[in-house]
């Protein structure tokens, strides 16, 4: 089955600086990535996804990228905010809609006022 | 509209109890995961149904765990005989099969087995 590795595990930047998050996937037949992030004692939110048939995704201060050959993607949050701190997990699925994802171990980070 | 709701909440019981965690997904939602997540951890596959298809339960830990999904939409997880390493955070999440593919997450139920 599909294994989906994430570093690193945890992170602090300041505020202002950018944040990657990577993630690497070992089945190749994966073509959806999501990212979801989860604050301290709340559920995960999606906050951005890609497909497979697209390099690069961009969502205001939020990038994700996909290098399909080499099997990873990261996630790129620039001029950080303290809002930022939590922790985010990637994740990778097969197919369509309602399929099983695979998810990352996640990554803590800490945004320093 | 209303999102994924669980209960309950918040769950004590002792070692050796069987516990009951229940999940209303979103209506219309045909998929729906069931997810542990352990103090610090990630996020554990534990379950998955889609629509009328045979449950993926690949992810159950042992024949402790268990889950129905009853008409296509309230599920329930079953955990017999609790050990204390089964105290974690008990996440489910809906989405639909049309699209788009976003997994929308309860709250959860935290279990503390004592």
């Known amino acids: 089955g599909e294994n989906v590795e994430q570093h690193p595990s945890t992170l602090s930047v300041q505020e202002g600086d950018s944040a990657v998050i990577k993630c690497t996937y070992s089945d190749s037949a994966s073509n959806y990535f999501p990212w979801y992030k989860q604050e301290l004692g709340k559920r995960p939110q999606l906050i951005i996804d890609?497909?497979?048939?697209?390099g690069e995704k961009k969502d205001q201060r939020i990038a994700v990228t996909l290098n399909k050959t080499a099997k990873h993607f990261s996630l790129h949050i620039t001029e950080t905010q303290p809002e930022d701190s939590a922790v985010y997990f990637c994740a990778a699925s097969i197919g369509a809609a309602g399929n099983k994802l695979t998810f990352g171990g996640g990554t803590r980070v800490l945004v320093k006022p | 509209g209303a999102g994924v709701s669980q209960s309950p909440s918040n769950k004590v019981t002792e070692k050796g109890k069987d516990v009951e965690l229940r999940c209303d997904p979103i209506s219309g939602h045909t998929a729906l995961y069931w997810y542990r997540q352990s103090l610090g951890q990630g996020l554990e596959f534990l379950i998955y149904f889609q629509g009328n298809s045979a449950p993926d339960k690949s992810g159950l830990p042992s024949d402790r765990f268990s889950a129905e999904r009853t008409g296509g939409s309230v599920s329930t997880l079953t955990i017999q005989r609790t050990q204390q390493e089964d105290s974690a955070v008990y996440l489910c999440a809906s989405t639909s099969t049309g699209g788009p593919y976003e997994q929308y997450f309860g709250p959860g139920t935290r279990l503390t087995v004592t």
């Open positions: 890609i497909r497979s048939n697209v």
